[in-house]
């Protein structure tokens, strides 16, 4: 039986906190610390009840040099999963502290960071594990598998692309820090760099960066990738979801045409956290040079300029007023 891994936690009472927590539960292993200034997460109940808590980072710094200094065993992993402008800061600690960071989604804002964060990993000799669950979905993988083959009888093919992901966002939304651009990166970042990164791992690397439309609830563009021409439509606004899935009471709506097939991911997303997590155990994470093409990405969508609707742009931008 494997040795149990020791976790700290940073950003406990975070919407995709639970996710983590239930991925050290469910590898089997431990946590000993978590921190957050909001001290309203009963969930740890359902996990880890013996768990320490801090709501002041000092406090946290503290316990975790103490907790080394005064056991055989440290602390392995330290998970973040704080507002999007704290991981760089968060996994630096991380790193610092002798552990080895895992990090949700995005990484970080800007690339600039990930350099940063490389030549802490090399001080340290820490790695950084960044969530991307799409690669580990079934479905993706499947198309990967695809294309990959399709390319090597004709490595000239290049793909047309429609991606559209519409999550509906109350109020709330736009005075939390999501929606503050300098904290979030934006709707890019925010709810879209996964898919940016899928899209490059499959695809290949983006040789141009097309932004229609930028609004507080709407990011939409166009992509040019190594093998792929990508339309691609982002909203947390209700108004945007298709008629018919409203009438069925969903209120999120994913959609990834390639060369108008649908490919169908809309389920399996519930555990691909802990299959993150076994990866990382594994020693299969994916580390920081994996992250260069989405946060690029997203860097170059929230810096460029809005052209509005030229040349190909997804459909759905005509609904936007």
């Known amino acids: 039986m494997m040795e149990k891994k020791k976790f700290a936690l940073i950003g406990a009472s975070g919407y995709i906190a639970p996710r983590h927590m239930k991925a050290i539960t469910e590898t089997g292993n431990e946590l000993i610390a978590a921190l957050d200034p909001y001290d309203g997460i009963g969930i740890m109940d359902s996990h880890f009840p013996q768990a320490n808590f801090f709501t002041e980072f000092e406090m946290f710094d503290s316990f975790i040099d103490r907790y080394h200094r005064e056991n055989s065993k440290k602390i392995d992993y330290i998970a973040i999963t704080t507002p999007n402008y704290l991981h760089k800061s968060h996994i630096s600690f991380a790193l610092r502290a002798g552990c080895d960071a895992i990090c ?28 991307f669950q799409l690669r580990l979905h079934p479905s993706i993988i499947a198309l990967k598998e695809k294309i990959t083959k399709e390319l090597k009888q004709n490595p000239d093919k290049v793909y047309d692309i429609d991606l559209t992901y519409l999550t509906s966002r109350g109020k709330w ?44 609830d709407v990011n939409a563009g ?5 093998h792929a021409n990508v339309r691609w439509f982002l909203s947390v606004n209700y108004d945007y979801i298709p008629q018919n899935i409203k009438e069925s009471g969903q209120t999120t709506y994913r959609s990834i045409k390639v060369d108008g097939d649908e ?26 040079d994996e992250a260069y093409n989405s946060i690029r990405t997203v860097s170059t969508i929230r810096n460029s300029d809005v052209i509005g609707l030229k040349g190909e742009y997804h459909p759905f931008c005509k609904k936007v007023k």
Request: charged share 30%.
């Open 173 to 216: 939304y736009f005075v939390s820090w999501k929606g503050d651009e300098k904290k979030s990166g934006g709707i890019a970042s925010n709810i879209g760099v996964h898919f940016y990164d899928m899209l490059c791992w499959i695809f290949g690397e983006v040789k141009e960066n097309i932004v229609h439309l930028k609004t507080p």
């Open 263 to 288: 490919i169908e991911f809309s389920g399996g997303f519930r555990d691909l956290h802990t299959r993150s997590y076994e990866e990382i155990l594994k020693g299969n994470g994916f580390h920081l």
């Open 104 to 131: 949700e989604k995005p990484l970080v804002l800007n690339p600039s960071d990930i350099d940063d964060l490389k030549v802490i990993e090399k001080e340290t000799g820490k790695k950084t594990n960044n969530i």
């Open 222 to 226: 166009w992509l040019k990738l190594e």
